[in-house]
């Protein structure tokens, strides 16, 4: 999630009546990112392509997050956080947990 089209395309999924469950990277995950990006042997196989194709996750800060949904006609019913586990292991084989945000919404009542 980096900006405002995504925001605008789960609107439109959601309509009128729906409700939708977005989920991104907060901005503490980005030096979790970097630290396995910088590995010697490289980061876990599964977050190279993330890496190789110049994506750049963790960039939303958190006080826009829920402003993207708003600007785009949604209105925020719940939001949280969470760790994002994923598939991946640490080096010492410890699960790797990204913190993320998390938000419900819908359209307005």
Not at 99 to 107: C, D, H, I, S
Request: net charge negative; charged share 20%.
């Amino acid at each position: 999630m980096t900006d405002g089209p995504v925001a605008e395309a789960v609107a439109t999924l959601a309509g009128r009546r729906g409700r939708a469950f977005v989920v991104e990277l907060s901005e503490a995950a980005k030096p979790v990112l970097m630290g396995l990006a910088q590995r010697p042997e490289g980061p876990p196989p599964k977050l190279r392509p993330v890496f190789a194709h110049g994506l750049a996750p963790a960039e939303v800060a958190d006080g826009t997050f829920a402003e993207l949904f708003r600007a785009a006609g949604l209105a925020v019913l719940a939001s949280g956080d969470m760790p994002l586990s994923l598939t991946e292991s640490a080096a010492d084989g410890s699960p790797i947990e990204l913190p993320a945000r998390w938000l419900v919404v819908g359209a307005h009542s």
